[in-house]
């Protein structure tokens, strides 16, 4: 009996023990992200697709044409994975004051809901995730974090039914940080208004 007890205090210690992060934890963190300032122009990220074993099932590619139209953060990602695979998705970023904003995309279901204080994003989503020739509709909990010297990384848990199928990791990079560009995946004539 008292093996018992003591294996469920244990499991409880456990399970009241995990917390998960909170925005407010960054109010004070720098640098200060804000994503209007951010996103502004060619944006480069480099981005890998985990497993829930910690396997690496997808490596991608993703250039991003960033910039403001009737108050709305405008980005037009275009993306090359490893295996040939091309895409694009355009997101529409609605700044709602106070550090909260909501986003849309033509495979996201509903609204994107995310909230920034200090150096990070915390932003989620349900989104229909191409798979094969079909599709999976999934949930994506995304962290992102501005680190000193401009880059800025995301960390995201794509659950499906409730259950962890992986991690994507993606490093972000402006690309006036750089001296030249990294690689080039938006065609020539789709250029923003600033370019």
């Known amino acids: ?20 992060m909170k925005i407010e934890d960054f109010d004070n ?3 200060s992200l804000v994503l209007e300032d951010y996103f502004s122009g060619r944006v480069y990220a480099w981005g890998i697709f985990e497993d829930r074993f910690g396997n690496l099932r997808r490596e991608f590619l993703v250039e991003i044409d960033a910039y403001m139209e009737d108050n709305v953060l405008v980005l037009d990602e275009y993306f090359l994975y490893s295996d040939g695979e091309k895409d694009r998705r355009i997101w ?4 709602e004051g106070n550090g909260r904003y909501v986003g849309r995309a033509d ?12 150096n990070a994003l915390t932003w989620r989503y349900q989104m229909d995730l191409k798979v ?5 509709r999934v949930t994506f909990d995304d962290w992102m974090f501005l680190q000193p010297g401009g880059v800025l990384i995301n960390r995201a848990t ?16 402006r690309g006036d940080q750089l001296t ?10 789709m250029t923003s208004p600033d370019d």
């Open 1 to 20: 009996m008292k093996r018992l007890l003591l294996l469920c205090m244990t499991i409880l210690m456990i399970l009241t023990g995990c917390s998960h």
């Open 92 to 95: 529409r970023i609605t700044p």
């Open 180 to 189: 030249e560009a990294p690689f080039t995946l938006i065609p020539e004539a």
């Open 29 to 31: 963190k720098e640098p």
């Open 132 to 136: 094969g020739d079909g599709s999976w």
């Open 107 to 118: 495979d996201i279901i509903g609204t994107a809901e995310g909230v920034v204080r200090g």
């Open 158 to 173: 794509v659950r499906k039914w409730g259950v962890e199928l992986g991690q994507v990791t993606l490093s972000f990079m």
